[in-house]
T-cell receptor
Framework: GQQLNQSPQSMFIQEGEDVSMNCTSS?????WLWYKQEPGEGPVLLIA?????ELTSNGRLTAQFGITRKDSFLNISASIPSDVGIYFC???????????FGSGTRLLVRP | DAGVTQSPTHLIKTRGQQVTLRCSPK?????VSWYQQALGQGPQFIFQ???????QRGNFPDRFSGHQFPNYSSELNVNALLLGDSALYLC???????????FGSGTRLTVV
């Protein structure tokens, strides 16, 4: 079935560092989304990408929709302690109502 | 403006029992999707309801069923519970234009 490979699985970084994580798939997606989940909460949408090659920012977050439509990356600049959480990528196809989620990148930030 | 509300927040059930989880969508949203999130994994799509009908179903057995009411709220029912059904069950609401999901905080189901 469709799978998203998300890496790295976890990151432990110093406050102020930049972070990069990515998601790859063997399938083509028409939409890529990035979510953040904190303990005891549901995922919260950070960035949505709808076109191949699209680069979108949301504050210190920047995400890109890969040209091949099989990958996406998320960058976080100048990390702060409240960036701690699990970041999920998710892909969607026009022919389907479901989102396929990656297994997440756990981010820990050392003050 | 209330977001997505799920109840209960936590639940413990015994193998073989049945469970019903409830979801009230965000105001203005008409579509409800249910996802199962096992520990350490990403959410997996169970099904989506729109206009009180199941619009799409993921790879889950018939033990998982749902319902959407005229006020757009929804229920997820799981029969004959297995230990492997232990997970966080997430409800997400949206407008019918697919992916503008708002997730609830989930119901943590433990099957013993």
């Amino acid at each position: 079935g469709q799978q998203l490979n998300q890496s790295p699985q976890s990151m432990f970084i110093q406050e102020g560092e930049d972070v990069s994580m990515n998601c790859t798939s063997s399938s083509i997606f028409n939409t890529w989304l990035w979510y953040k989940q904190e303990p005891g909460e549901g995922p919260v949408l950070l960035i949505a990408l709808y076109k191949a090659g699209e680069l979108t920012s949301n504050g210190r977050l920047t995400a890109q929709f890969g040209i091949t439509r099989k990958d996406s990356f998320l960058n976080i600049s100048a990390s702060i302690p409240s960036d701690v959480g699990i970041y999920f990528c998710a892909g969607g196809m026009d022919s389907s109502y479901k989102l396929i989620f990656g297994s997440g990148t756990r981010l820990l930030v050392r003050p | 403006d209330a977001g997505v509300t799920q109840s209960p927040t936590h639940l413990i059930k015994t193998r073989g029992q049945q469970v019903t989880l409830r979801c009230s969508p965000k105001s203005g949203h008409d579509t409800v999707s249910w996802y199962q999130q096992a520990l350490g994994q990403g959410p997996q799509f169970i099904f989506q309801y729109y206009e009180e009908e199941e619009r799409q179903r993921g790879n889950f057995p018939d033990r998982f069923s749902g319902h959407q009411f005229p006020n757009y709220s929804s229920e997820l029912n799981v029969n004959a519970l297995l230990l492997g059904d232990s997970a966080l069950y997430l409800c997400a609401s949206s407008l019918a234009d697919l992916y503008g999901y708002t997730f609830g905080s989930g119901t943590r189901l433990t099957v013993v």
